[in-house]
């Protein structure tokens, strides 16, 4: 686990080749086991594995091209409706969490399966709302890349663990 975890990045250079649809399908799976707020597991996905709309999903993440490189885009949409029901005013903030948890399940799932990722969420999401008829109350929280490296990318930065966690007390950094 700690070496799926270490081994989790970004990855914006990919291979042309393609993730076997049994690998999408665990990593796919693996959003049902997340934590939700009221158990309401408000997340939905749509995957994108045709190249045009690979494109148009770069263009409308403000041009970042790498992304139609990908072998898929996972769309992680987020239905509120029934958080909205149970939770009022917070619903924004927990529905979002709860796809957080979602997609991290999902990335590190991939990287269990030797499969590397991007998480992004410069986007339109009215342009990609309309090219995939993803309904008004639905919000499009992120775009999941997901395929082969070319070359795996180092980790640029990761915080010290002192400047990160306190003991007791905020700021107390002795155990
Ligand atoms: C909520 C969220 C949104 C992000 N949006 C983008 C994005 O739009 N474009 C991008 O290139 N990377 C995006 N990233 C990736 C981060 O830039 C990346 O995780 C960070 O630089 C650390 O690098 P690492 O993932 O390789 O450790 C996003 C990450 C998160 C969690």
């Known amino acids: 686990m700690k ?3 270490q081994g989790l990045g970004t990855t914006k250079n990919y291979l042309d080749k ?10 796919l799976d ?11 597991q408000n997340w939905k996905v749509v995957v994108v594995d045709d190249l045009e709309n690979k494109k148009k999903l770069a263009k409308f993440s403000y ?13 992680v949409c987020n239905d509120q409706s029934e958080v909205k029901r ?12 709860n796809c ?36 008004e109350d639905i919000k499009i929280d992120a775009l999941i890349t997901l395929g082969y490296a070319k070359k795996r990318e180092e980790k640029v930065r990761v915080n010290e663990l002192k400047n990160v966690v306190y003991f ?8």
């Open 86 to 97: 149970m939770f009022k005013g917070k619903a924004d903030f927990y529905s979002t969490q």
């Open 168 to 175: 007791r007390e905020w700021g107390n950094s002795e155990l």
């Open 3 to 5: 070496k799926i975890i």
């Open 30 to 40: 693996s959003i049902r086991y997340a934590p939700s707020s009221g158990d309401l």
């Open 63 to 75: 041009d970042q091209t790498w992304v139609s490189k990908a072998s898929v885009v996972l769309v």
């Open 18 to 27: 393609k993730i076997k649809w049994d690998k999408l399908t665990e990593i």
């Open 100 to 135: 957080a948890a979602g997609i991290q399940n999902m990335l590190l799932r991939a990287t269990s399966l030797g499969i590397d990722s991007a998480w992004i969420r410069t986007f339109n999401a009215e342009r990609i709302r309309s090219l995939l008829s993803i309904p």
